[in-house]
């Protein structure tokens, strides 16, 4: 059954700590998407990749977060240092574009609930 | 991306179709139109989508107008499972390597289906 995985599950720390979240996409597609959900904004996109390389980080704040995809297998979120208003939902996704073709849907993991306390 | 417009909310009792519209004015030609759907504290999950013409899938049928400037999401027979926050969003099909494969994501449909 394959599925986006995203861990951890839950992460509670403090402020000014590094938080790290991960992503193991679907084996296969080429593009992962991080988003942020809160009650106040709703979805939002901060950052995508297609085959490992940054497409847009427009909606990513530059001065703490940073998203990088090591290898086709692992994407990850990193906030250093993490602020309170950071705590939010974060929902990794992948899917499959192939050039001039139809994009195929995006999969979506469980998410990261963050707390930063 | 063309803007979507949702009513914040709607009921409906359990075993009756379940119509969730969508506006879309400003849909481009080459728009499509996909609903996603996000059920509490899970991630929001793939439902169907189409350019122009009706779909129909095991989850839902999916009606467009003629002119293409509203849609209508149906699930012919709702269920308690089927209580979430129902998105429909335009988007462009993939272009080469641009952003056309985002998802940008309004405030959707609050669906609570009751017994």
């Known amino acids: 059954d394959a599925r986006v995985t995203q861990t951890p599950r839950h992460k509670v720390t403090e402020m000014g700590q590094e938080v790290t979240m991960r992503c193991q996409p679907i084996?296969?597609?080429?593009?992962v998407f991080w988003y942020r959900q809160t009650m106040m904004q709703g979805l939002e996109l901060l950052a995508y990749f297609r085959n490992r390389a940054p497409l847009d980080d427009s909606g990513m704040p530059k001065d703490r977060f940073s998203a990088e995809m090591p290898d086709a297998t692992l994407a990850t979120l990193k906030i250093q240092p993490s602020e309170p208003r950071d705590s939010a939902v974060y929902f990794c996704?992948?899917?499959?574009?192939?050039?001039?073709?139809?994009?195929?849907?995006?999969?979506f993991g469980q998410g990261t609930r963050l707390t930063v306390v | 991306d063309a803007k979507t417009t949702q009513p914040p909310s709607m009921d409906c009792a359990e075993g009756r179709a379940a119509n969730l519209p969508c506006n879309h004015s400003?849909?481009?030609?080459?728009?499509?139109v996909y609903w996603y759907r996000q059920i509490h504290s899970q991630g929001p999950q793939y439902i169907i989508h189409?350019?122009?013409n009706n779909e129909t899938n095991e989850m839902a049928s999916l009606i467009i107008t003629e002119d293409r400037k509203s849609s209508t999401l149906i699930l012919p027979h709702a269920t308690l499972r089927d209580t979430a926050v129902y998105y429909c969003?335009?988007?462009?099909?993939?272009?080469?390597?641009?952003?056309?494969?985002?998802?940008?994501f309004g405030t959707g449909t609050r669906l609570q289906v009751t017994l």
């Open positions: 084996l296969g597609h080429n593009t």
């Open positions: 969003i335009v988007r462009v099909a993939s272009i080469g390597t641009g952003t056309a494969s985002k998802l940008t």
């Open positions: 996704a992948s899917g499959l574009v192939l050039d001039g073709r139809h994009n195929t849907e995006a999969f």
């Open positions: 189409g350019l122009k």
């Open positions: 400003t849909i481009s030609g080459n728009e499509y």
